[in-house]
């Protein structure tokens, strides 16, 4: 696939250990991922389904699964048909120990040219790592990525889907 990419860089005070059980306990990412429940045995080649609200908005496949270092999965939005149809990407995070804080690189690539699904993470992707951020250093996820803010969530990544597709 030739299309965009999207990298996040982020610096954490906390511990691989706990930075992986946000990545993959539904305790955590229920908190910061607007309401997400996580579902997966983190084994390469198992599904992975994330859940909010009584629906299934994205769903994949474990790529990689090195605890506290990497995790690798394919995605594919479930919440919208016309996003359900694209051909599915990849999202990978890279966890890296630098003294009292760990380096955490999200990449998200393999989009296909003119991807509906991109400009959606583009613009969740830095609020839902913001909250995760925020969560493991102060105890407390941003409002912006409450479980109450998913429909919003939902409807400004189907208006960019839109606007990509105009």
């Given at each position: 696939?030739?299309g965009?990419?999207?990298v996040?860089?982020?610096?954490?005070?906390?511990?691989?250990?706990?930075?992986?059980?946000?990545?993959?306990q539904?305790a955590?990412?229920r908190?910061?991922?607007?309401?997400?429940a996580?579902?997966?045995?983190w084994?390469?080649?198992?599904?992975?389904?994330f859940f909010?609200a009584?629906?299934c908005?994205?769903?994949?496949?474990v790529?990689a699964?090195?605890?506290y270092r990497?995790?690798a999965?394919?995605?594919?939005?479930?919440?919208?048909e016309?996003?359900?149809?694209?051909?599915?990407?990849?999202?990978?995070f890279d966890?890296e120990?630098?003294?009292p804080?760990?380096k955490l690189?999200?990449i998200?690539d393999?989009?296909?040219?003119?991807?509906k699904?991109?400009?959606?993470i583009?613009?969740?992707?830095?609020?839902?790592?913001?909250?995760?951020?925020?969560?493991l250093?102060?105890?407390?996820?941003?409002?912006?990525?409450?479980?109450?803010a998913?429909?919003?969530?939902?409807?400004r990544?189907?208006d960019?889907?839109?606007?990509?597709?105009?």
């Open positions: 696939m030739t965009p990419n999207f996040y860089v982020s610096y954490i005070r906390t511990t691989p250990e706990k930075l992986w059980q946000a990545l993959t539904s955590f990412t908190q910061y991922w607007f309401g997400h996580v579902e997966s045995d084994k390469p080649g198992s599904a992975i389904r909010a009584g629906k908005d994205v769903q994949g496949e790529l699964s090195d605890p990497r995790l999965y394919s995605w594919r939005v479930d919440f919208d016309a996003l359900r149809n694209e051909e599915p990407s990849r999202v990978s966890l120990p630098v003294g804080e760990v690189t999200v998200h393999q989009f296909g040219a003119g991807s699904v991109y400009p959606g583009s613009n969740g992707w830095p609020m839902v790592l913001a909250s995760l951020k925020s969560l250093e102060t105890g407390e996820p941003l409002a912006a990525t409450s479980e109450a998913l429909c919003a969530a939902r409807q990544s189907l960019l889907a839109r606007a990509t597709a105009a």
